[in-house]
């Protein structure tokens, strides 16, 4: 475990903290701790989400602007996808986790191309929508931590998948705290 994993372990917590609190200001956590994640995921061959990690760089740089732009004097307000929605992303990121995984399988030493292929996919379409500021974007992230924890454990990133369990945690608990800034703001899920 480096000293590079470690920090950016810590930079991604906060991060996440501060999204679950729907705070503007886990922008530049996050793009300081995807940075230094990049280097962590090459050294371990796990190039999905290395290359994940420019993926969320320039989202976040998204997500930042737009969630200035929406936020207001509770925060940033956030919603519900339509049913039709859903199955769009869900059928979107089943296609794009296929593609991806294929491509990482048959080009890479890759050492998990699907696992860490799902982890890429899911993790794109949780950031997106989390940018777009969907309740279900949470959803994902729980899945994301779920199939993370034993991935890092095994690769030897031991503080990296203490860090999944700690954001399983807080991705439980940003999915309490939109639902009911969701339900507060007058929407319900579809």
């Not at 995807?34 to 190039?47: C, D, G, M, N, Q």
């Not at 379409?125 to 991935?151: F, G, K």
Request: hydrophobic letters at 60%.
């Amino acid at each position: 475990m480096s000293q590079l994993e470690w920090l950016a372990a810590g930079l991604v917590l906060l991060n996440v903290a501060l999204v679950a609190l729907r705070s503007v200001w886990n922008y530049p956590f996050a793009l300081a701790g995807v940075s230094l994640y990049a280097f962590v995921f090459f050294e371990a061959r796990l190039y999905s989400d290395m290359l994940l990690q420019g993926f969320f760089f320039a989202l976040n740089l998204y997500g930042w602007a737009a969630w200035i732009r929406a936020r207001d004097d509770s925060g940033v307000p956030v919603g519900w996808m339509t049913m039709r929605a859903r199955r769009l992303w869900g059928a979107a990121t089943l296609v794009a986790w296929v593609v991806w995984s294929s491509a990482m399988h048959r080009f890479t030493d890759a050492v998990a191309p699907w696992i860490d292929g799902a982890i890429a996919m899911l993790s794109i379409t949780a950031q997106w929508l989390l940018a777009r500021r969907r309740v279900e974007s949470w959803w994902l992230w729980i899945l994301v931590d779920l199939i993370a924890v034993p991935l890092f454990a095994s690769r030897g990133l031991y503080a990296t998948s203490a860090v999944y369990v700690l954001l399983l945690g807080l991705s439980i608990d940003g999915l309490i705290q939109w639902r009911r800034a969701a339900a507060t703001a007058g929407g319900v899920p579809a």
